[in-house]
């Protein structure tokens, strides 16, 4: 099977979270921003794989430099990350075979390793649902009554933070997310769509400093790990095996 690899990257966000004058994925981090950091992760683990990027048509912040991938395009976002995901896949319809592998990747998790990338796509192919990179629940869980008090505590036995990249077949997940669309299904993210068909993606363990940018601390905390990242891979051989960021 000769089936190709697509790469689709929500960047459509407004980051109202963030509270910052641009949206998170344009924001400052390392001397670059966080998209351009990003995508440079993921050209680094599949330099041949075709890059679709959901970008708000109104963007004005965007520059097709930071992009690294030779063969790619941009489709227009959707009011929620799955319409943007949706949209991405009908966009090079005429081009994917149903057998392809999708990978869809926040673009605010710019920390996510190249070894990781790689290992996620190599458990992927040898399985015939897909999956995604999670990791254990480590905090203890609690549950609220609506009203800012503590309901109950959740055993966290079992339970995984959900990370991205997530992947699945294209025919596959197109069909996943227009089914949820279809019956109105509230999801955040890929794995939720593909749940919903009564199918159990496989949970693939990743790093914990694979985070989202998701509040102002969180760029700080990004910030830090990419200096980590880099002073590992200058420790010397045998620790990291990936570029610097």
């Avoid at 009203?147 to 197109?174: C, I, K, M, S």
Wanted: charged content about 25%; proline content about 7%.
């Amino acid at each position: 099977m000769n089936e190709r690899l697509w790469l689709v990257v929500p960047a459509a966000g407004r980051g109202r979270r963030m509270g910052a004058a641009l949206p998170k994925q344009y924001l400052m981090l390392a001397g670059r921003p966080v998209l351009a950091h990003t995508l440079a992760r993921l050209h680094r683990a599949f330099p041949e794989a075709r890059l679709c990027l959901c970008l708000d048509p109104d963007d004005a912040h965007f520059d097709p430099a930071w992009v690294p991938f030779a063969q790619w395009g941009r489709s227009p976002g959707g009011a929620e990350r799955a319409d943007s995901v949706r949209q991405a896949l009908a966009s090079f319809a005429d081009e994917a075979e149903d057998d392809d592998w999708v990978l869809v990747h926040d673009v605010a998790r710019p920390c996510v390793r190249v070894d990781d990338l790689t290992h996620l796509y190599a458990a992927l192919r040898q399985d015939p649902v897909g999956g995604l990179l999670a990791t254990p629940a480590a905090d203890t869980m609690k549950r609220d009554d609506g009203q800012g008090r503590v309901a109950r505590t959740e055993a966290r036995v079992g339970l995984w933070q959900a990370q991205t990249p997530q992947g699945f077949r294209y025919g596959l997940l197109r069909r996943a997310l227009g089914e949820a669309a279809a019956s109105g299904l509230e999801i955040t993210d890929e794995a939720s769509a593909v749940e919903a068909m009564g199918l159990a993606p496989q949970l693939v363990p990743g790093r914990r400093d694979n985070i989202k940018i998701t509040h102002p601390e969180d760029l700080a905390l990004a910030g830090h790990i990419l200096a980590a990242q880099r002073d590992e891979l200058l420790s010397g051989p045998g620790h990291v095996h990936e570029e610097a960021p």
